[in-house]
């Protein structure tokens, strides 16, 4: 009797607990849906001697809450950020347990302010080995206000599947998003989210992405394009609609002059590129085959969709038609080439390059009266880059 008494109280007991933590269970769904609740593994090195990762911080693509939260961060074309840090709490590997500074902005790296990549508002990088456990990343606007994407459970914005729950925090941990990377040793982060940037849609195909994101990134393109050797982007478009030129400016003393002139001339069957200084074309005048297969017609607009891809390298401009090379415009020895570009210009003058069906009158150009709406749109690409070899990879 006392051991079927015995057996039923255990039994009893075994209910009580389940139904306890099942309930447990739903109170922590309610308060973290995508939280993972079980701890990490744990890193197998000390801070500083794994392999050095590359962190990326995409900004531009924030949820509607957060940026209507924070205004001062997240309006017009992010200006008001004026900086951004990798914010951490790594892990003491010979004492199993945490040490140093507990995401403290005054101790948090550095990030630096890059250039823009395809659909960015705003990009920060930062190459490192420091961190090895938790980690996160914090802005500060130009009022010295600071923003961070981690903390407490119900204040940090940050959400998704690579969350981890400590207590009642919430932080990335660098043990498991290494192996989230698409390139193994580039870390690419959206702030607040888990996805790992802000492209809306496929950045080989941005003719379907959606009307506004393709607005967006053309717009930051001309004000804030892409330099440094290797960087690039590409001019999209139509062959219906407008056509465009491209001019890529510097300023050199008082004068706002053309590195390179890139003219599409349907009618004329050619392109010609050409550079200008204080508002004399230097005669660095080539011309270029129209390819209708590539391009579309010469006398009527058809459906023809084109790319253009503009690549810096130290001796000129790489031009790539549809992926396949098409011609490279080389610098002038006077030149900076690559690290020089202020800003591009895309507006062609319907006087001089008139096309059948295109509207006059482009708002965007600095001399609307003449200019035609141009038909192309401009995207800011990832700069080329060399995944780490597995066999020489060492990870947190």
Known sequence: MDERRFIFLAVVALALVAALALAARGRETVQTSETRRYMPPAPKRAAGTSTPLTYTLHLGCESADLKSKYPKFFSGEYRDIVEARLVFHNYDVV?????????????????????LQPGDLKTFTVTTNKINYEYGFALKNKDGDILYEIGENGVSPLEGDCVYGFGKYRNRVITTDWKRATDLGFIDITFGQCSANCMPGDPSNPWDWPAEAKKQGSQMMKKYPPKGLNGQFIMYGENKGGICTMNLHTQRGTCDDILTHFDPRPKDNQFITDNQRCKRWQGQYETMPWKKTDMGSTLEND??????????????????????????????????????????????????????????????????????????????????????????????
């Open 95 to 115: 004492n199993q347990r945490g040490e140093g500074s507990f995401f403290e902005w005054d101790e948090g790296l550095v990030m630096k302010d890059d250039n």
């Open 303 to 396: 459906n023809t969709r084109w790319k253009f891809t503009f690549q810096y390298h130290k001796d000129g401009l790489n031009i790539l038609l549809n992926e396949k090379f098409y011609h490279k415009y080389k610098w002038s020895i006077q030149d900076g080439g690559y690290n020089t570009v202020s800003y591009i210009q895309i507006e062609f003058l319907q006087d001089k390059h008139h096309r059948q069906g295109v509207k006059w009158a482009d708002p965007e150009s600095s001399e609307p009266s003449r200019s035609g709406t141009h038909g192309c749109t401009l995207l800011a690409l990832m700069p080329p880059r060399t995944p780490l070899g597995a066999a020489a990879f060492d990870e947190p």
